[in-house]
């Protein structure tokens, strides 16, 4: 059971955009601590795509947006393309600093 | 260029060690906090360890007291020394490179490819 709750899957059609919950508690999320979120294509290296709730690496396309609120966080994908089928993760902070993630999303193009 | 890539999984028994190693190019292992990542099979993401630039270490609850984290800072290099292995702990390892983008130790920008851990009993 992870400590950040991400639905399992979403989908989308091509061009479509799609969404991502993560829920955390006041003891994460909830407390200040600022959201990441990865894409993990299998059998590569997880890439970082958005850090400090909204921020963007250099070279993560503006389709990838990220938020904040409360105790919950979300990444969007706008422009749905075919090699954004991937799984996704946020992760957080735990008291004392302690790396948290959520469980993952997969997300289809359809 | 700047990349992380892994080495030292393999097949180990129950109760058994391994190491892992962690070989960085392109920026020093000791100015940033580098931490292991673990994916076991058909499972997330699990963070399990830190270590600062200033040497402090932190661990997941889950290999506190079994796993170490350490770094040569000479060679570049991070570890994970292993023991006592069990059966949930078979897992692809990977190095990351955090804290260049968080206050924190997460926000990892720079990922090794993994190397493969398997626990037999």
């Known amino acids: 059971q992870s400590v950040l709750t991400q639905p399992p899957s979403v989908s989308g059609a091509p061009g479509q955009r799609v969404t991502i919950s993560c829920t955390g508690s006041?003891?994460?999320?909830?407390?200040?601590?600022?959201v990441q979120w990865y894409q993990h294509r299998p059998g590569r290296a997880p890439r970082l795509l958005i850090y400090?709730?909204?921020q963007r690496p250099s070279g993560v396309p503006d389709r990838f947006s990220g938020s904040k609120s409360g105790t919950s966080a979300s990444l969007a994908i706008t422009g749905l393309q075919a090699e954004d089928e991937a799984d996704y993760y946020c992760q957080s902070y735990d008291s004392g600093l302690y790396v948290v993630f959520g469980g993952g999303t997969k997300v289809t193009v359809l | 260029e700047v990349r992380l890539e892994e080495s030292g999984g393999g097949l180990v028994q129950r109760g058994g060690s391994l190491r892992l190693s962690c070989e960085a190019s392109g920026f020093t292992v000791s100015s940033n906090s580098m931490s292991w990542v673990r994916q076991a099979p058909g499972k997330g993401l699990e963070w399990i360890s830190v270590?600062?630039?200033?040497?402090?270490?932190n661990y997941a609850d889950s290999v506190k007291g079994r796993f170490t984290i350490s770094r040569h800072n000479s060679k570049n290099m991070l570890f994970l020394q292993m023991n006592g292995l069990r059966l949930e702990d078979t897992a692809v390892y990977y190095c990351?490179?955090?804290?260049?983008?968080?206050?924190?130790?997460?926000?990892?920008?720079?990922w090794g490819q993994g190397t493969m851990v398997t626990v037999s009993s």
């Open positions: 400090s709730d909204t």
């Open positions: 270590i600062y630039s200033g040497e402090i270490t």
């Open positions: 006041s003891s994460h999320i909830g407390a200040g601590n600022v």
């Open positions: 990351a490179r955090g804290g260049v983008y968080s206050t924190g130790p997460g926000a990892f920008d720079i």
